[in-house]
């Protein structure tokens, strides 16, 4: 079975710095692009940021609100994906979900980890 | 990159038939063949329910069917039930936007 676990969402003040994992198992994680994707409160889903596989040189793209503040980095020996945030801002606040990208889809989605900003 | 334009609302009594409608431009949904649906009920993670315009991963509702004209993509429900009363977006490849895909500003489906 397919499994992707968020983890590491909390409170933060503006400014500051938080990192999320992503633990996925019952899939080759090492072959696979992945992707973050944030829900503000209300709102609808924004796609932030892609990871290729590490073969592929672990490109990485990023959305325009998060470029130059966030990374994402990935470790195929613990299965795991990251997300690195900093310089948070409010509008930063939102659920975020790990998602594996197959071509053109997000095809399987955790259940999502809140970050909250707040001053 | 703006979002692709959904109706906030779409209602219909059980049995009925609904369809959802997500506008874009010639840079993604009139571009690409690269549509995906995602159904999220309240409290959930997003799922997969539709993608390459008109295919269904394995267990997803044959009720579901996607297609696009244009720079419009459709999702139809057919023999709506309660189960299917949930948010639903649709998403688009892009070269418009950095990270490469652009989400659509969702729609309320309710189940009367």
């Known amino acids: 079975e397919v499994q992707l676990v968020e983890s590491g969402g909390g409170l933060v003040q503006p400014g500051g710095s938080l990192r999320l994992s992503c633990a996925v198992s019952g899939f080759s994680f090492s072959g696979i692009w992945m992707t973050w994707v944030r829900q503000a409160p209300g709102k609808g889903l924004e796609c932030i940021g892609r990871i290729t596989t590490t073969g592929s040189g672990g490109a990485t793209a990023y959305a325009e609100s998060v470029k130059d503040r966030f990374i994402i980095s990935r470790d195929d020996s613990k299965n795991t994906l990251y997300l690195q945030m900093n310089s948070l801002k409010i509008e930063d606040t939102a659920m975020y979900y790990c998602?594996?990208?197959?071509?053109?889809?997000?095809?399987?989605w955790g259940q999502g980890t809140l970050v909250t900003v707040f001053s | 990159q703006s979002a692709l334009t959904q109706p906030a609302s779409v209602s219909g009594s059980p049995g009925q038939s609904i369809t959802i409608s997500c506008t874009g431009t010639s840079s993604d949904i009139g571009g690409y063949t690269y549509v995906s649906w995602y159904l999220q009920y309240p409290g959930k993670g997003p799922q997969l329910m539709i993608y390459?315009?008109?295919k269904r991963p394995s267990g997803v509702s044959d009720r579901l069917s996607g297609s696009k004209s244009a720079n419009t993509a459709f999702l139809t429900i057919s023999g709506l039930q309660a189960e299917d009363e949930a948010d639903y977006y649709c998403c688009s490849y892009t070269t418009t936007s950095t990270s490469f895909y652009v989400f659509g500003t969702g729609t309320k489906v309710t189940v009367l």
């Open positions: 998602t594996t990208l197959l071509i053109g889809r997000f095809h399987s």
């Open positions: 390459d315009v008109n």
